[in-house]
């Protein structure tokens, strides 16, 4: 049945390939890298490798930005290196899964070259439009500071980029650019793939009308998300691509669809299996809670805003869909930096705190490389640190608009995408094992304490906590198939709920604080056993329970 779909009860590991392994010594990692690294993913028990795009590119957005799909890029190997990586990865009964590119190509795939001749037939596979008033054709902004729209000079038109000017936007409206996905991901998938990851795929549907967005901020741009969030077209667009594609794997793939500003609702459509579209997708609103006016204008967390938006999650997907769990990827800051403590004293227990309650949620958990060592944000102090483009763009626009450095940087510096992206801490030499050259990126300092190397000699560690909770989801049918019930939703120190299952129920208590906290729990849980925790805990008092600094218990009851 549906119900026993294998992803269920698996745990996803996303690798970042330019800051995974380095086997040529460039300072960038690369496929042959991956796959002399594979004894420590199946030592964590992860069942899926997430590849994030090592096709060619010129690399304006780290790989982003594709120049041909069914290839790659020279600086991470060649596809023999692939075929290699992707038969080690099955010979330990692992799966591997792509990164799918398809809202936009680079401006150098010979698609886009094709269309910037007017009278190419390539020309509707991209949106062009003529200037209006001799300027963009609407005001809509991109994704990454500046305009959506940059002129080609040799046709005078304008081309649509949500993202950067080298990230044009394929026309979706036509059929020959649908077709031409689908048939390169059959490609991929012929060639043994297990399934995909879809960048911003909620995005590929527009209004033709491309409407002028309601000015935003103080700024000049429009938002032109309700013109292309979840667009006219989108559920149409993916199941064509289900019938075309995912309908003649049955049973092989797993596909989780990446959806910026998705709403519980529109995810309880994309992942119905009776609707057969996308297997779960990646929603963003517990990760944009400690957001501003903006991303680079961070504020705490509170914690019953975190409580409130995951458990409207699991009740909104609980009879129908499916929800994917994740904390970090190459976009966001690193978790324990951002919801725990990274200081020595708390960031073992913060990070498996952090571990645990994650990971008791109904859902697939995605875990993204050096999560699973607990690896904090980078040292990022001037703007000569940082190496991207989001970051770097939004930099010089708010300098051009007159802030002063010291008032930029600290939101870069904690939200920036290059805390995720400093190298894999593989031991404590000098680059921590990721290269014997220069790494594209500097290692982060912290790697003489934080490496792989001291974790497995060490049963407290962050990853020794990591590998138990994935044993435990494929051992303990309740965390995979139980119902989630809230507890405690207007505490700020404490999160808590249950699992229930066939006669099981698990609770979960994670305290979200570095103070010691007395908490209420239900009755009935006094003698429950201790199925896991993250370090010594403190006897409850007069039949309150107790929680030391960030800990974290799953408790059994049957
Ligand atoms: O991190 C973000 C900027 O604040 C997000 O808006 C991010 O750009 C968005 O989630 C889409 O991300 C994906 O597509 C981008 C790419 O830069 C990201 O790395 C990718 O995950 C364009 O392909």
Redesign the pocket.
Known sequence: GKDDAWWRSAVVYQIYPRSFADSDGDGIGDLDGITGRLDHLAELGVDVLWLSPVYPSPQD?NG?DISDYQDIDPVFGDLTAFDRLLAAVHGRGMRLIMDL?VNHTSDEHPWFRESRDPGSPKRDWYWWRPPRDGREPNNWGS?FSGPAWTRDPASGAYYLHL?SPK?PDLNWENPEVREAVYAMMRWWLDRGVDGFRM??INLVSKDPALPDGVLRGDGPYGDGSPSYVCGPRIHEYLREMHREVMARYPGRLLTVG?M?GVTVEQARLFTDPDHAELDMVFQFEHVGLDHGAH?FDPRPLRLTELKASLGRWQTGLADVGWNSLYWNN??QPRVVSRFGDDGPRHRTRSATMLATVLHLHRGTPYVYQGEELGMANAPLRTIEDFRDI?SLNHYAQALGAGAAPEDVLPGLRAMG?DNARTPMQWDASPQAGFTTGIPWLPVNPDHIEVNAAAAYADPGSVFHHYRRLIALRHSEPAVVHGDFTMLLPDDERVYAFTRHHEGTTLLVVGNFTGDTVTVDLPGGWEDAELLLGNGPSVPAEDGRTVLAPWEARVHRRI
């Open positions: 957005d982003y590119v994704f993202f990230q960048d911003v990446e910026p991303k190459h976009d989001e995408r």
